[in-house]
């Protein structure tokens, strides 16, 4: 297992980490820019915030700077209640790959969606074997696109409490069966994005990891579960401030040959309320110490 | 499946559903004095209701309505920090099974515990697998004390979003790997509580409940999985509100020759804010036409 204990070349951060401080929308650029500053080897932005940005800007700003993306945030949202709907879904996942491509990202990640509406406060209905055939389908469509572009696919799971409205893969043994549906020849070409928040609590966790093996391992999302945890969705803890053991789990990525990034991904509202640098410097240190 | 179109006789009533109404704890002779008058036949009390109420007098009220007890809630909680946590953890289940008994309950429902701490908000380690181990070896212990009186045991697996605080039995499939190894023999002394709630995003849920089959399949749970929910406890829909196809589960559940009651358990701030009557006759008319 790598030694992370004495400096932090294996550090990602995910944008949002630091990109609403106080209330203010950072702009990528910055964010970039202070990554760079504190020695940070690789970011993983969204998509919103590269349009904002512009895409060739971002992509020099990311070159100038010598950055690298562990991966881009993010495709999927497969579902939709007509044929309509899921063609606007596949046109937009096939404009992420390109985005991907030109940011040169080692990944595009995938929220796969789930009940249509459900986001918005409405699901257009409660059939979640429809939602993840959508699902299935639409994953095996844009990964021949991506295929040829040479860009991996990783699906991330995510926690049960968003399969309603955010993702309906849920754990990662179910992530690797699409996998194995889809890419049977383990390709590398799709994968998953491991996100311990998501995944903590899995009694499979290891055995599923162990599945999955090296090829299949694109990515590796950290951060904590706090108890209490006060919103579903912007309470996320920095690691060592929670329960999950990511050493344990690093231990067992690694087993499996996983070499990449570990990528600080903290959605919270408490975090938020600091300076991006001041948060920038709590990553550093737990990334050190607690992952 | 069975027509709940035309009367509640399958509905039960999970106290905790009128128990906070407008901040006000209600006592619990008074609420199954409400179910009673509402034609419903059957409730699952808690053991800190019971107790205050006292145990007789509760038992004398059941059986003066005529009333059922569709479960007891609850036993489990297996977790500690030391071997003196572990035997008063296993000496207060025993009393739960007591009480079971003498309230002639169905079952007794199991939330088995997790991290020791954590639900008081600081854990005193994060090694899950030793809470998990804590949890079988508990549940072992007890089922022979269990079985002696004649009371089934009914584990509750609970969404992961409590796997750290209140149960790291967190899916169908890890309840029935308990069940099986602790009784093989399927004799009906260990089983399953299925709350929607809980189990509605699993991916293998249907496949669980079919391996569960009857003799495991010991309580049925339903309210809904609001979009949004707002807090992780206390945001409960009632039936017809949210996002989960109970009919279809209930199917699944009948088809394995379930044939008891469906408790309706809401923890809701909304509905703790309306009065008790006006919370039972929504549940009465969702029972007919959203379970």
């Not at 329960?243 to 990034?261: N, Y």
Request: hydrophobic share 40%; glycine share 8%; net charge negative.
């Amino acid at each position: 297992m790598r030694d992370f204990s004495s400096d932090h070349r294996w550090l990602s951060i995910n944008t949002a980490t630091i990109r609403k401080q106080r209330g203010v929308e950072q702009p990528l650029l910055d964010i970039l820019e202070s990554c760079a500053r504190e020695g940070i080897r690789a970011v993983s932005p969204w998509r919103d915030q590269v349009a904002a940005a512009g895409l060739a800007a971002t992509a020099r700003t990311v070159r100038a700077h010598g950055l690298e993306l562990s991966g881009y945030c993010r495709g999927g949202m497969f579902t939709a209640t007509d044929g309509g709907g899921l063609e606007a879904a596949h046109e937009d996942n096939r404009r992420a790959v390109d985005e991907a491509c030109e940011l040169a990202s080692r990944c595009l990640v995938l929220v796969v969606g789930s009940l249509p509406g459900a986001l918005q406060g409405k699901a257009a209905h409660k059939n979640l074997s429809l939602a993840r055939q959508q699902v299935f389908d639409g994953i095996g469509k844009l990964l021949d696109y991506a295929r040829a572009q040479g860009m991996p696919l990783a699906i991330e799971p995510l926690h049960p409490m968003y399969a309603a409205d955010r993702a309906c893969v849920n754990t990662l043994e179910q992530a690797l069966d699409i996998c194995d549906a889809l890419d049977p020849e383990r390709s590398g070409a799709l994968g998953v994005a491991v996100d311990m928040y998501h995944v903590w609590w899995d009694p499979k966790l290891k055995a599923q990891i162990e599945r999955a093996g090296k090829t299949r391992l694109l990515a590796f999302h950290v951060c904590d579960w706090l108890t209490p945890t006060n919103d579903l969705l912007n309470d996320r803890g920095m690691m060592g401030d929670g329960v999950i053991d990511i050493p344990q789990a690093r231990g067992w990525m690694e087993s499996q040959g996983f070499d990449g990034f570990c990528e600080v991904e903290i959605f919270s509202n408490t975090w938020w309320q600091r300076s991006g640098d001041e948060t920038l410097q709590a990553c550093i240190e737990r990334h050190r110490t607690c992952v």
